[in-house]
């Protein structure tokens, strides 16, 4: 049976209008084009929608405007964590999921928890979600990292922990992670640069940032490295490597922004604390942007 988040995913961006508003126009072609361009399934309200920058009225607008335009189309993933353990069960509990397919929750952040502290912390989010979980693990952002251990301790407290957003960038934990999880439990990558190499060792896709602007690579991308065309899949990451690195040059979601803002596909607005990156970074997009192009 295929797990039901094989593939590519895409970490939505918010676009915004220069007033910063939300373009909900934009939002709506954002959706259709990462449907047409083989997307596998949505993610709404991640890192990547600065979402620490949207009111609360905001983010239910968001998601509900997502699954109305969605339609049924593609899953949908939202994106729902906190480093107030009891404050995010409380949400959990008062939540209409209704079109929501699984909540992505990131481990605490700014807090700095041990590994018990962790594994509480989703313990209690495991018992409180009517929906299933997908972990997800970003040290760069939290200023912790969730190790397999605990990683691998969560996911055999219950079936609805099918997966873990595996973004540490340590090919070696992701290995102990797919060695070691139950049958119903999936790795999936949360950095862009590791679709191939950690396909290849067992993982079941991606969550992308650089989907946004070029969804039909980074699906043909994943599909060739979960079907074992290693030529096609090694062709397409060559290609795409260095973009990789150039959106996260000056952070994310700026670099993919940028980018979306060269393809005519974003107005390249951020809300502060975040601005869009340097000019210097901006024509390397464009130089890069070109050569595959």
Known sequence: MTHPFTGAGVALITPFNEDKSIDYSALERLIEDQISGGIDYLVVLGTTAETPALSEIEKKEIVRFVIEKNAGRLKIVMGMGSNNTLGLVQTIQTTDFTGIDAILSVTPYYNKPNQEGLFQHFK???????????????????????????????????????????????????????????????????????????????????????????????????????????????????????????????????????????????????????????QDTYSLLETEFKKIN
């Open 124 to 278: 209690m989010v495991v018992e409180a979600s009517p929906l299933p979980i997908i972990l997800y693990n970003v040290p760069g952002r939290t200023g912790v990292n969730m190790v397999a251990e605990t990683t691998l301790r969560i996911a055999h407290l219950s079936e609805k922990v099918v997966a873990i957003k595996e973004a540490a960038g340590d090919l070696s934990q992701f290995a102990k992670i797919i060695s070691n999880a139950p049958s119903y439990f999936k790795v999936i990558s949360g950095d862009d640069a590791l679709t191939l190499p950690s396909i290849s060792i067992g993982a079941i896709g991606v969550i992308s940032v650089i989907a946004n602007a070029l969804p039909k690579y980074i699906s043909q991308l994943t599909k060739a490295s979960l079907s074992g065309n290693m030529p096609l899949a090694g062709q397409l990451h060559l290609q795409l490597v260095e973009l990789f690195k150039l959106i996260f040059k000056e952070g994310n979601p700026a670099g993919v922004k940028a980018l979306m803002a060269i393809m005519g596909k974003d107005k390249n607005q951020l809300r502060l604390p975040l601005v869009p990156v340097s």
